[in-house]
């Protein structure tokens, strides 16, 4: 009796595999005829059941199935199932594992863990691995191949369209293996990664993929490649890791001096921003050098020659202006720095003469003279500021005080009468 017992039990479990094989091979003649909602209630019933959940065969099929439903243009199969690039991405990964005979690597993570990935790409390149079916590895592959562009087509999607960048990179990423496995190295895969990476604030990641792209010099340019470590700089001050910032910009202008306008001028932001001007120079020489018709780096040297206590050299700074208004005609600040030289000059001469002692009225009257000098030469400057920036207060205070003390009375009224909106 109990050997009955046991024979009708074992009877059972052999049926029941053989139902979970026959759904299989169900899912898969509907494959063949493209009937994918048939194909996809038979699959996803067969890859979860216990008799089949590790089936190499079945997840190929699974794959196979969901990159169908993916890519029909068939109403009827195209809302089947809202990520069926993900899903096909987890079969022909899942295939890959449980094919091979050694269940030791079937738990193996090839996305995240670079010694499972290590361990993984050993094992496929030796021939004496065992597989369940040789050819499911090459079935994956070609499926690889063409999932590799639905991924990045709806990562796309997800970026520019959803702006659901973390969904983005997921995408991107996968992309990004699926090339891997096929041989090929997807430099604009890499490129998406690290635009999803940022947007999603993930700046690990976006470090390891600008990393990534610099050491393989992407880009049509050179301005683009030098581009790579400005982004890449960029993460690294996220993350406060200000000498990494540093090595990080100076190694792309080193590696790409005529093409680093971005880097130079970021380096010279850097040590502005930190005070630390002599530095400024440094990267302000170099930038001009590489970039002569740049405006802004010419108006830079001129405010450090011009604020700067220990580096103040006010011919410099007139110098460096004047080459910015003569590449930007309309640098509003560049022509009012200029003015304010002037007019500073003629005001101390002005305290100066007011020093000077009330008996001797020739030296009090070439001061003078003097001040009315500089107010004369800082006058074009201010008026062009002026014209320019009609509405800035200070600029017009200062020419209403020189028309006054130039004696052209009626322009100090009517700067006067504009101020006050009259």
């Known amino acids: 009796m109990r050997r009955i017992i046991v024979l009708v039990g074992l009877i059972g479990l ?6 979970q094989t026959n759904k299989r091979v169900t899912a898969f003649n509907y494959l063949k005829d493209k009937e994918y909602d048939l194909a996809k209630e038979a699959i996803d019933k067969c890859v979860v059941h216990q008799k089949t959940a590790t089936d190499a065969k079945a997840w190929l099929y699974y794959g196979q199935i969901y990159y169908g439903i993916s890519t029909s243009k068939d109403k009827a199969y195209m809302n089947l199932d809202p990520n069926p690039e993900l899903k096909s991405y987890k079969g022909y990964k899942n295939a890959l594992l449980y094919n091979f005979k050694d269940k030791s690597f ?3 993570d090839i996305e995240n863990n670079q010694m499972d990935m290590i361990k993984f790409s050993k094992a496929v390149n030796n021939r004496e691995t065992k597989y369940v079916d040789q050819m499911i590895l090459m079935d994956v ?9 639905v991924l990045i087509n709806k990562g796309l999607k997800e970026y520019q369209e959803n702006k ?20 090929k190295i997807d430099t604009q895969a890499v490129y998406f990664c690290a635009l999803a990476a940022v947007k999603a604030k993930d700046t690990d990641k976006a470090i390891d993929y600008y990393k990534v792209l610099a050491k393989l010099g992407y880009g049509k340019k050179e301005v683009d490649k030098a581009n790579n470590y400005y982004f890449l700089a960029k993460q690294y001050l996220i993350k406060n890791d200000t000498a990494k910032y540093v090595k990080t910009i100076s190694k792309g202008i080193e590696k790409y001096p005529n093409s680093s306008s971005n880097l130079v001028v970021e380096m010279i932001n850097f040590y502005l921003a930190k005070g630390m001007q002599k530095e400024a120079l440094e990267y302000l020489d170099k930038g001009i050098a590489a970039s002569p018709t740049n405006a802004s780096l010419y108006y830079a040297r001129g405010s450090i020659y011009d604020t700067d206590s220990l580096l103040q050299d006010k011919d410099k ?6 080459k910015t208004v003569e590449i930007d005609p309309n640098h509003f600040d560049a022509y009012y720095n200029m003015g304010a030289i002037y007019y500073n000059k003629a005001a101390a001469k002005i305290e100066e003469a007011n020093n000077v002692d009330p008996d001797d009225f020739k030296k009090y009257k070439a001061v003078k003279a003097e001040a009315d000098v500089f107010f004369k030469q800082a006058l074009p400057y201010l008026e062009k500021a002026h014209e320019i920036n009609p509405k800035d207060m200070p600029t017009m205070q200062s020419l209403k005080l020189i028309y006054y003390r130039t004696g052209e009375l009626e322009k100090s009224e009517a700067m006067k009468k504009e101020m006050e909106g009259k």
């Open 106 to 108: 079937w738990t193996l």
């Open 317 to 322: 700074a007139l110098e460096a202006y004047k």
């Open 164 to 183: 659901n960048y973390k969904s983005a990179l997921e995408l991107f990423e996968h992309s990004l293996f699926t090339a891997q496995m096929t041989g």
């Open 14 to 19: 052999i049926s029941l595999s053989f139902a």
């Open 141 to 149: 592959i070609n499926g690889f191949s063409g999932l590799s562009n």
